[in-house]
C-alpha cells in the first residue's frame, strides 16, 4: 500500500520540478542508494539529496539488514545500485551472487512497499537466452544462459512479488569512467598491443553509466506521482553494435592503433556463457516515462576524456 509517507514524497518532488523547472531532485528529498564505489552508484551520487551506502553500512549479503535500514531511515525512495556482477566468478559462487542479486533486492523491495516509497532497481540483459536477432520486449521469455542472470532473474521476480511502486530496469554493456568495464579494458589493451581479437557475435547496446543514473532518478520520482507506472522496463544505449564494433570505437575516439579482428565466441572461451543477441526494445520506457535510449557514443568521448585525465 502507498500511503501518506508516498504522498508527501510526491508532493516534494513536485514543488522543486515547479520551481526549477528541472527534472532533478529536491534538497529535501531523500533518495537511498545502495551501492557506494559501483559505475552506477558514483553517478547516483552525483545528485542532490541522494546518500549512498556501502558493503559496511549494508552488505547484500545479509537481506534482512538491507531491509532494516530502509525501514529505520524512512527515506523517500531507494535505488539499489549495488549486485555481483562478476560473470564469470558467479558461476562457482552462485549462491552468494542469488543472496547478493536476488533475496536482497527483495527485501528491500518488501521494505519499500510497507514504507510506500518507490524502488528502482537495475537488471540485465543476461535474462535472455539471447536467441534470434529481434530486440527483446519487457514481456519475452527469459532464459538466462549462467548463474549471474538467474541470480539477477530472482531478484525481478522478488521485487514483483513485493508490490509497490517499483521499476525494474534492465539495462545492457554499462560503461564508465569508474570500476571494471570493457572501455576502460579496451584503453588499457589497445595502449599495450598492436592487436586485438574481439568477439564480434554478440550484439547489444553499450550504456554509460551516468545515463543509467539520470534515468533511476527520474524513473523514481514519476513512480511516487504515479505509482501506475510500475513494471519492468527495458534502458540500453543506442545504436546496437558488436563488442568488435565496440572497440574499434573506443580506439578511434582515444586516438589508439590497434587492429581489431573479429571472432566468434566459440573463439573466445570464458566460464559463463554470454547471449548473442541482447538487443533491447527500450520503446516501453519511451512511452510510459518519456526516456529515450540514450547514444552511448556521446558518453564515450566522456569517458575516454575522464579516464585519460
Ligand atoms: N556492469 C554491467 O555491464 C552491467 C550491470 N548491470 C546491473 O547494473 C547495476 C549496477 O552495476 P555496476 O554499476 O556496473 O556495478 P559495479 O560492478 O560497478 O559495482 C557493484 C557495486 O555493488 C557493490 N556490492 C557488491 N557486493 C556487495 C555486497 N555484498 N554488499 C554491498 N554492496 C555490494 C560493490 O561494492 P564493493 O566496492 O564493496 O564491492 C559495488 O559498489 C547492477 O545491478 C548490475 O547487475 C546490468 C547490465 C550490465
Ligand atoms: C577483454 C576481451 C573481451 N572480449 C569479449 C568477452 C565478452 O564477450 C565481451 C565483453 O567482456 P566483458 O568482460 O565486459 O563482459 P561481461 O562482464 O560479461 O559484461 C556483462 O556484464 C554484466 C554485469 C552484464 O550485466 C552485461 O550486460 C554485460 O555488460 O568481450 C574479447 O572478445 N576479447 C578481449 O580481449
Ligand atoms: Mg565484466
Redesign the pocket.
Known sequence: MLGIQHWIFSVKWGIWTRDNNLSNTSRDVNILIFGQTGQVARELAMYEGVTCVDRAAADLEDPGACAALIAARRPDAVINAAAY?A?DKAEEDEARATVINGDAPGAMARACADLGVPFVSIS???VFSGTGTRAWQEADPTGPLGA?GRSKLKGEHLVQAAGGAYAILRT???VSAHGH??VK?MLR?GAERDA????GD?IGGPTPARDIAAACMEIARQLADDPGKAGIYHFAGAPNVS?ADFARETFAVAGLTCAVTD?P?SD?P?PAQ?PLN?RLDCDRLETVFGLRRPDWRVGLQDIVKEVSV
Open positions: 556482477t560473470v540485465t540483459d543476461y549471474y545492457s554493456w554499462v568495464n570493457f579494458t589493451l586485438l581479437t574481439i568477439v554478440q563488442w571472432i565466441s573466445y570464458t554470454r541482447s
